[in-house]
């Protein structure tokens, strides 16, 4: 058989290139993470060849009887994870979950609720340039003074107004979620409560975050961030939704299913199902504090006070930097992050005064207290001399040790 090495050269070179990227450099992404070397095997094998359009046991293809015991094995273990009455795992990615929900309960001009995207919501939960903000009547919620959810302004504007599904969950957002203050005014104004956890799930799953699965009528999640499974998506939701959420997405918007993940996908279930798994996740946490506490110590201000989860939102305006200029000179320290508004930012969303931190995948790697205050240290290092070479290519070496010392794939 011929590698891609020997057929594809150009192909091979870049991903070899991605590959040494991943080892050398500090991920601090915090939406991303590595999938272990059995999630990848599953995602390259001859699975991706079949077509299997329906459910397990009711399909429109012929020879679905293997992909089928992949898919309930994908379903049992989800539900399992995360105590849900039913689970539909098809989803390719986390916004293709989030449409099948406004498929499956809204038409085009409902009125729908979410967290604004400029204070830690997502593209999915209304933002006008995507589908859910141009088919729907969006309106959305955010923080208070003090950087947390304005539950009160929440509950003030959804009694107002009414909305036929409310959105809780967020892209940018450290703190815990009270998913029953959002399930008590969801009941009241008759909106269906939807929970996107695709940030929090891998949190959620090791016990490390609040479970919102006995809270809302569906919960929506992607499976390659702190959950550190294959690129993709899955619905959990009350038995009461099974055929609703599951004629959403298929046929209402997808049409074959990739099983070649969704075997990849209950793989990395089962994953998380080991008691290993919940020491990941407290250690990710811990990272987060960790990194929390040394940036403030840095003189750094951590966004809503502080972590409760994986995730941080960094204010650089004390140090004269803006979210851009860090992204990028951090990147030239080989370590990764991206640069996200602030609250009340007052740069332009592709400059912005902030980045996002995230600790799941330099937890993978081995990270442990140590390595993540030397991490935040190099960082604010980065952040204190931008434009000093020298100390950049000394944090380079730093960063190039301790990538060596935590290999990702061995
Ligand atoms: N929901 C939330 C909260 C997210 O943060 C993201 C991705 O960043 C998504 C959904 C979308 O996931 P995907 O990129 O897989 O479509």
Redesign the pocket.
Known sequence: STTIAQQDPAVWAAIQAEHQRQEEHIELIA?ENYASPAVLQAAGTQLTNKYAEGYPGRRYYGGCEHVDVVEQLAIDRVKQLFGAEAANVQPH????A?EAVLLAFCKPGDTIMGMSLAEGG?L?HGMALNMSGKWFNVVSYGLNAQEAIDYDAMEKKARETRPRLIIA???AYSLEIDWARFAKVAKEVGAIFMV?M??YAGLIAGGCYPNPVPHADVV?S?T??SLRGP?A?FILMKAEHEKAINSAVFPGLQGGPLMHIIAAKAIAFQEALQPAFKQYAAQVRRNAQVVAETLTQRGLRIVSGGTQSHVMLVDLRAKGITGKEAEAVLGSAHMTINKNAIPNDPEKPMVTSGVRIGTPAMTTRGFKDDEARLTANLVADVLDAPRDEAKLAAVRAQVAELTKRFPVYR
């Open positions: 939406s990615c986390g916004a293709s989030n997502h999915t969950g967020a892209s996107d695709a940030h929506t992607t390659h961030k690129r998506g």
